[in-house]
């Protein structure tokens, strides 16, 4: 399939706008620091399971930086890294055969895992956290990582329909 | 060949961003490719995050209907009391200021420890759970400077860390850490015991949602119950602003000196309107 790449790169800004300025009134005040899914991030894996690996690199590395320079707290670069990587392996293990949305959820999950594992690694590397990995996963890796999977569930259709071109076919009834 | 090149242009990228990494850590000052997308970006946010903010608050006001009867019959008490204090009050300021410049007050002690404070809109939150930074609708141009602190009115939040034209980043109290090269602490006393009490603010536990408070003295007089406020020394956060309350104190990890919990007094969630703290400017400083 091929991307529309102006419409993509819109909605991965309108997208970053949300996950910043909508999603934290959205979470409830117990579960903030918990639940931050990034919206990019599952905009990353959709583009890797429909336009190939080196778009979902581009956005991934394009996106992630933009995120890290907008919300510099210590340091830049661990989420362009980080969403850089996931989104070329996300390519590279969904580009063959169909993408289903089975296989779509599959590689948020674990793309959404290694995302959250590379920047605490990093930030751990760096001595910018004392947390250990086991409370890390289940204060905030876990749960943003079950809501990114009901995000992408909840994108999957639209991003289909509105940024991809189907090949060859004119309606929209392409198999799930 | 291939996957050599492919090997060699990911080892070239793991060097890059390392060394990205290691050069942006510590770092006060921002680049004009930074200040740009912080300043386009973030005035676009501002717009989204303020509305949706209010609309938030809007049901979370609804619930709180019944309070609100109450609360608007002490408040119709109160302002009838208002009333009658500001006339007093207004003969008394005119007074006041008439004493005042006829004692010639020097400059320098009419500004000590009169802080302005900026009112800033908060237009975003950070989601890096490791780094929770707030982005604020104020910056260079409204004066905003890197290390100003930052309040609330229950307490106080953070420092500016960056600055961009129209933006700025806060990072929360909630965010230091010993270890961290930044190495910010907030020296603090006791409210009441302002010249009897000290201790300092290092860290901060998530798990209890407490700030760590050490290098307290055997003998001093601080309690539990007790109101933390910064007590100006070492020169980063400005004196007399609230931080939380004492919750327990014990022995330190050394034996030497003890340690407390103080319970923030600002809620970090879902923040909206800030301060910022602005210290006139002393001359000879």
């Known amino acids: 399939m091929k991307i529309k790449m102006n419409r993509?790169?819109?909605?991965?800004?309108?997208?970053?706008?949300?996950?910043?300025?909508?999603?934290?009134?959205?979470?409830?005040?117990?579960?903030?620091?918990?639940?931050?899914?990034?919206?990019?991030?599952?905009?990353?894996?959709?583009?890797?399971?429909?336009?190939?690996?080196?778009?979902?690199?581009?956005?991934?590395?394009?996106?992630?930086?933009?995120?890290?320079?907008?919300?510099y707290g210590n340091l830049i670069g661990p989420y362009a890294f980080g969403m850089g990587l996931v989104g070329y392996a996300a390519g590279l293990m969904l580009e063959r055969g169909i993408p289903t949305l089975a296989s779509v959820l599959g590689a948020t999950a674990a793309g959404s895992l290694a995302l959250s594992t590379i920047v605490y690694m990093i930030y751990r590397l760096f001595r910018l956290t004392n947390w250990s990995y086991g409370y890390a996963f289940y204060w905030y890796m876990a749960p943003s990582l079950l809501l990114e999977i009901l995000i992408a569930l909840a994108l999957y259709l639209p991003a289909r329909r509105l940024l991809f071109k189907q090949p060859g076919s004119s309606g929209e009834e392409s198999p799930l | 060949?291939?996957?050599?090149?492919?090997?060699?242009?990911?080892?070239?990228?793991?060097?890059?961003?390392?060394?990205?990494?290691?050069?942006?850590?510590?770092?006060?000052?921002?680049?004009?490719?930074?200040?740009?997308i912080n300043d386009a970006l973030g005035t676009v946010q501002g717009a989204l995050y303020r509305p949706v903010g209010a609309v938030a608050g809007f049901f979370g006001d609804l619930g709180r209907l019944s309070d609100v009867y109450n609360e608007n019959k002490q408040l119709r008490q109160t302002v009838a009391r208002y009333a009658q204090d500001q006339l007093k009050y207004n003969f008394i300021e005119a007074e006041n200021e008439r004493l005042k410049t006829e004692l010639e007050f020097k400059e320098k002690q009419k500004q000590l420890y009169r802080y302005r404070f900026l009112i800033a809109q908060v237009i975003g939150n950070a989601t890096n759970p490791l780094d929770r930074t707030i982005k604020i609708d104020l910056g260079a141009r409204d004066g905003i400077q890197p290390r100003m602190a930052v309040t609330t009115t229950d307490g106080l939040v953070g420092l500016v860390s960056r600055v961009s034209e129209f933006t700025s980043t806060v990072e929360p109290i909630t965010q230091i850490n010993p270890e961290s090269p930044k190495g910010v602490q907030i020296a603090s006393t006791v409210f009441g015991k302002e010249s009897e009490s000290f201790g300092i603010i290092d860290s901060f536990d998530q798990q209890t949602g407490m700030l760590q408070m050490t290098k307290i003295d055997e003998n001093d007089k601080m309690a539990p119950g007790d109101k933390v406020i910064t007590s100006g020394l070492g020169n980063v956060f400005p004196r007399g602003l609230m931080i939380g309350t004492l919750m327990n104190r014990q022995v330190g990890d050394f034996g030497l000196t003890q340690k407390a919990n103080v319970k923030p007094a600002a809620d970090f969630d879902h923040l909206r309107e800030v301060f910022v703290v602005v210290v006139p400017e002393v001359a000879g400083q």
């Open chain 2, 1 to 36: 060949m291939m996957r050599n090149k492919r090997l060699f242009i990911l080892m070239i990228g793991l060097i890059l961003f390392i060394a990205v990494m290691g050069f942006t850590l510590g770092r006060n000052r921002l680049t004009w490719p930074e200040k740009f």
């Open chain 1, 8 to 71: 993509a790169v819109m909605a991965g800004i309108v997208l970053l706008l949300l996950e910043n300025g909508v999603v934290p009134w959205l979470v409830p005040v117990e579960w903030s620091g918990r639940l931050v899914p990034h919206l990019t991030f599952v905009l990353t894996v959709l583009v890797a399971s429909f336009a190939g690996r080196h778009r979902a690199f581009l956005f991934g590395l394009g996106f992630g930086l933009i995120g890290d320079i907008l919300y």
